[in-house]
């Protein structure tokens, strides 16, 4: 591929998980001030769905598609990978937050070998152990790992299965209607415990929070499926990790919380080992 071509999915790639980290960056603040997790995880997905529903192209001849138990497992794990991660965001740095959630490809990796047959190359497997590694750091099991981060994990884990079952349907559906459908199950999902959750007093700056979650996520994971259908899956996976700088410099300039030592060395660790897996699949 091209210079220019690849820089400018990886700017692409960049602008998406930024959106996605303002996304969830008002989503902490939100837990701040009170607001449940799960109220937040719901209007996240609903006001998304309801945004992103024009620009699905959704026919009436599709929506027998969402009978198909792979889209409805998609939707309930992503469903289940958002909750977790506002869970962790209330009491955890958002950095070490995503540290810990970037257990995800490790976990899709074994399913991909252990159900789906793949068989990842040598310097994939080592550049994931370097990433394992890092997430390790991150987490410090044992030594100081928080419920905040077991959530994190969770997420990172839900994730990765929700990454494994993607591989499993991206050649069925298009990409707009595998985005659609994860946001309109997922409101369904979380629609009956976001009911049952207490309604925050609203006011406008908590209204403009929640509407920037949801606006700030839908825009990413759009800007997501823009950047896939202009590249393989195997190119734009290794880009998800410029995550981590987002996710540093919000937490710094936003909440003023710095990776310890630890922290930040597994943040790195985790850094090279998406880079890394870049530059091994630029050279193939």
Known sequence: MPLSKLLRIAGLVFLA???IVVGDTAGKLLTAQGVAPIFIAWTRFGLAA???LPLSGLTRGELRYFRDPRVLARGGLIACAIFCIMNALRTEPIANVFGAFFIGPIVSYILAMLFLGERP???RTVLLAVGFIGVMFVV???FGASLGILFALASGTFYG???AMTRTVSGIYRPRLLLISQLLVGSAVLTPLGLMTPF?????PLGALIVLSSAASAAGNYLLVVANKAAEASL??????TQLISATIAGVLVFGDWPDAYAFLGLVLIACSGFGSLVAQRAK
Do not use: E, M, Q
């Open 17 to 19: 998980v930024t959106f």
């Open 50 to 52: 309801i945004i992103l």
């Open 121 to 123: 190359s040598k310097s």
């Open 140 to 142: 410090k099991p044992g």
């Open 161 to 163: 299965c929700f990454l």
């Open 200 to 204: 925050p007093a609203f006011d406008l």
């Open 236 to 241: 734009i996976a290794p880009l998800i990790y």
